[in-house]
Nanobody, 125 residues
Framework: VQLQASGGGLVQAGGSLRLSCAAS????????MGWFRQAPGKEREFVAG????????TYGDSVKGRFTIFRDNVKNTVYLQMNTLKPEDAAVYYC???????????????????WGQGTQVTVSS
């Protein structure tokens, strides 16, 4: 599967952005999908994940209550709605896919098979 992320940009603290990740291929609905982010000098960290059906979601502690991940299996797209953005949310955001038949969402980077190219999110204070 090939992934194309978009929607990044510059936003003021407290604002919102919605990221999108379009996937190629006919088997999108068999992949768990996720978002990771990487700030300069830091490790890539898990942000959010959604199961292949969309019925289960998991979030990193730093974004719980502010970010929402959801998917549209007709449009082959996963989204990350980001609200109440903080300067520390600034990073390159990557979408990822994991081929799985499980509803379990794994947060470690090593379990994700496919990666998009990343989209930059900048948050001004």
């Amino acid at each position: 599967v090939q992934l194309q992320a978009s929607g990044g940009g510059l936003v003021q603290a407290g604002g919102s952005l919605r990221l999108s990740c379009a996937a190629s291929g006919r088997t999108f609905s068999s992949y768990g999908m996720g978002w990771f982010r990487q700030a300069p000098g830091k490790e890539r960290e898990f942000v959010a994940g959604v199961s292949f059906t969309g019925g289960s979601t998991t979030y990193g502690d730093s974004v719980k209550g502010r970010f929402t991940i959801f998917r549209d299996n007709v449009k082959n797209t996963v989204y990350l709605q980001m609200n109440t953005l903080k300067p520390e949310d600034a990073a390159v955001y990557y979408c990822a896919a994991r081929s799985t038949s499980s509803h379990l969402i794994l947060t470690a980077r090593k379990y994700w098979n496919y990666w998009g190219q990343g989209t930059q999110v900048t948050v001004s204070s």
